[in-house]
């Protein structure tokens, strides 16, 4: 059975898009501890698979079953839109160890023995200890597996949300649901979700709703959220198939004579929107010379910018898509 958000008019005003450092950290310790699920994630799997090796992720594990109930509040939805991965911690941290141990109780019954083991019975004997020791492993596992490429998977969850902002004010909101992931459907003011498994409805009451683009969520759409937390809908970034990969040359080589080897990167590296850090941690060149591309590139009218919370983002202009993109280059 789909599984059913149900909205009133209250909950529609209440909508809104955010990233989260951390919950981007528990997908991707989800990822580790189930390699073969994730084909896209290939290349990051073999290259951080030494230094992973010397995190204990067994805790975790623990809490993370095959299917069913994975605990909220070791990554609940953020409060703003760009929340940091220690403004999210400190939270985890600042959570009263009362209301974690039903969380704890329902992801070990879905895990098969855990509720019964050893370490399962630890873990619900003392919830404040627990809550400790998950949210310093959280953070190990942030600075091993996550932190190293925030800025390029930041700059992808940003022009993600940038990109359906943009198609929310253009198609309304039952058409973007569709346009997030195909088990999305809007009907009659419920929001439905095909291929989720455990409960079956939510009312929201009022709390709105927050949509989460995610990284290591591929290829699934995730919803829940039990009080006290604000519901969520996490649904795969676009752009990820090229994430890990770095992309043959593809900028033609008569745009290069053109404009120049450095600056005609940059322009054929917009393929989504991006930030000046981004680009330079992609194409490996200083932050100030990618500035001043960029800067060229704007006033030619090749690029457009705009500023999306803390950073200003740049995207090709007609003009800059047909010399980057063109459908069908002369030989060189």
């Not at 593809?250 to 745009?255: E, G, I, S, V, Y």
């Not at 941690?281 to 457009?304: D, I, K, Q």
């Not at 919370?309 to 202009?317: C, D, I, K, N, S």
Request: overall charge neutral; some cysteine.
């Amino acid at each position: 059975m789909p599984f059913h958000l149900h909205f009133d008019e209250s909950d529609l005003l209440r909508c809104r898009f955010a990233l989260s450092p951390l919950w981007e950290t528990q997908a991707a310790v989800r990822t580790l501890l189930r390699p073969g699920q994730h084909g896209y994630h290939q290349p990051w799997l073999r290259r951080i698979r030494n230094a992973a090796a010397g995190l204990d992720l067994a805790p975790l594990r623990l809490l993370m079953p095959e299917s069913g109930h994975n605990p909220d509040f070791l990554s609940p939805p953020p409060v703003g839109p760009y929340t940091s991965f220690e403004e999210e911690i400190a939270g985890v941290r600042a959570i009263d160890p009362l209301l974690i141990r039903e969380d704890l109780a329902l992801a070990l019954t879905d895990q098969p023995g855990a509720l019964d083991s050893p370490a399962g019975r630890a873990m619900l004997a003392d919830p404040a200890r627990t809550l400790r020791e998950l949210a310093a492993l959280m953070e190990q596992a942030w600075q091993v597996l996550v932190e190293p490429d925030w800025p390029r998977l930041r700059a992808l969850l940003e022009a993600d949300i940038a990109y359906h902002s943009r198609r929310l004010a253009e198609v309304g909101f039952a058409r973007l649901l569709g346009e997030l992931s195909p088990q999305l459907s809007w009907t009659d003011s419920t929001l439905s979700l095909v291929g989720m498994r455990g409960r079956h409805s939510r009312v929201l009451g009022g709390q709105g709703l927050v949509l989460m683009p995610s990284v290591f969520a591929w290829p699934d759409v995730v919803s829940g959220y039990e009080p006290p937390w604000q519901p969520a809908v996490i649904y795969p970034a676009r752009g990820i198939g090229s994430l890990w990969t770095q992309p043959a040359d593809r900028t033609p080589q008569a745009l290069a004579r053109l404009l120049g080897r450095a600056r005609a990167d940059v322009l054929c590296a917009l393929d989504e929107p991006a930030g000046t850090s981004a680009l330079a941690h992609r194409l490996g060149l200083a932050l100030s010379s990618v500035s001043e591309h960029l800067s060229v590139l704007r006033a030619a009218g090749l690029l457009t910018s705009r500023r999306y919370g803390h950073q200003v983002l740049y995207e090709r202009t007609p003009l800059g898509i047909a010399l980057a993109v063109p459908e069908h280059r002369a030989p060189e």
